[in-house]
């Protein structure tokens, strides 16, 4: 198992920019049942999570493209078993909210729904996980929210730079079916199968393509603004799916582990595909407890 272990960076310098909160989408996933889902020990060289069980967490868990709150369901269920606060949110036009999907919906609107999360739901001291997708809106977050996140870690992630959209890491052809839709006037892109993202079991294979929904096509295309609050952050830590073929995610992984400021972490892939809270749930459970300690 390839491990990077690198001490964080102390503290936090600078502050993001203050963003009022606009009063459309308070949304909480409310747990109805607390699972009793056990941590397996791991024979991996994992450490034992340097936290006290007795000491709580708050996480807010973002999910990415075509997914929804609803992909950390073993995650939640772990961390709340625990007695952890988490929070799951689904972005506008996706899963539970997929009937709010408009031509309206881009990158800004899913950045505006994790920063009014944090302000309805007066969030601090916050561990926050961002997968995929999430890398971009949770980077775009962070402008906002700063003050109120002491640790981040990005799941098989995009680290987008200030500038740029999503749409500019796509190899070229890939931009030309991205524009062949966009011109067709297809407000959403289609959900990828499960097996693309090489999730390991066919009951999870199922369950995952049973749940995706379009992915707001308008979110590829949105310049995001940043000023470096993500890199500000004190506790950094980028998990990679190590057997899923994907060269952002790649380069992410190296650069992070070249960076002191960064923890890392190679999860193999005989253990996940790129849904780490889907097919490792009690190691990704284990890892983002360790980011909060």
């Given at each position: 198992m390839s491990i990077n272990r690198k001490s964080y960076a102390k503290g936090r310098a600078g502050s993001g920019a203050s963003l009022k909160a606009v009063p459309r989408l308070s949304r909480r996933l409310v747990l109805t049942g607390a699972s009793t889902i056990a941590a397996a020990t791991l024979t991996s060289g994992l450490a034992a999570p340097a936290v006290a069980q007795t000491s709580r967490k708050t996480f807010v868990l973002v999910h990415g493209a075509w997914h929804g709150g609803w992909c950390w369901k073993y995650v939640r269920d772990i961390l709340e078993a625990k007695?952890?606060?988490?929070?799951?949110?689904?972005?506008?036009?996706?899963?539970?909210?997929?009937?709010?999907?408009?031509?309206?919906?881009?990158?800004?609107?899913?950045?505006?729904?994790?920063?009014?999360?944090?302000?309805?739901?007066?969030?601090?001291?916050?561990?926050?996980?961002?997968?995929?997708?999430?890398?971009?809106?949770?980077?775009?977050?962070?402008?906002?929210?700063?003050?109120?996140?002491?640790?981040?870690?990005?799941?098989?992630?995009?680290?987008?730079?200030?500038?740029?959209?999503?749409?500019?890491?796509?190899?070229?052809?890939?931009?030309?079916?991205?524009?062949?839709?966009?011109?067709?006037?297809?407000?959403?892109?289609?959900?990828?199968?499960?097996?693309?993202?090489?999730?390991?079991?066919?009951?999870?294979?199922?369950?995952?393509?049973?749940?995706?929904?379009?992915?707001?096509?308008?979110?590829?295309?949105?310049?995001?603004?940043?000023?470096g609050a993500r890199e500000r952050i004190g506790k950094k830590l980028f998990v990679r799916a190590l057997g899923f073929p994907q060269p952002a995610f790649a380069k992410n992984y190296e650069d992070t582990k070249a960076d002191p400021t960064w923890n890392t972490y190679g999860v193999p892939e005989d253990q996940s595909g790129h849904d780490i809270m889907v097919d490792a749930p009690e190691l990704l459970s284990k890892l983002v407890e360790q980011a909060a300690a």
């Open positions: 007695g952890h606060r988490v929070y799951t949110p689904t972005m506008t036009g996706l899963a539970e909210y997929s009937h709010m999907l408009s031509a309206d919906v881009d990158m800004d609107t899913h950045i505006q729904d994790i920063t009014n999360l944090f302000w309805w739901e007066d969030l601090n001291d916050v561990t926050l996980v961002a997968h995929s997708y999430a890398g971009w809106v949770c980077s775009g977050a962070l402008e906002n929210v700063e003050k109120q996140v002491s640790s981040l870690v990005m799941v098989d992630a995009f680290l987008p730079v200030d500038g740029t959209s999503a749409y500019d890491t796509n190899i070229p052809q890939q931009q030309a079916k991205l524009d062949e839709l966009r011109a067709a006037g297809l407000i959403a892109r289609p959900p990828i199968p499960a097996e693309a993202f090489r999730v390991k079991t066919q009951a999870n294979i199922d369950w995952v393509n049973a749940k995706m929904t379009p992915q707001p096509m308008n979110a590829v295309f949105t310049k995001i603004q940043l000023t």
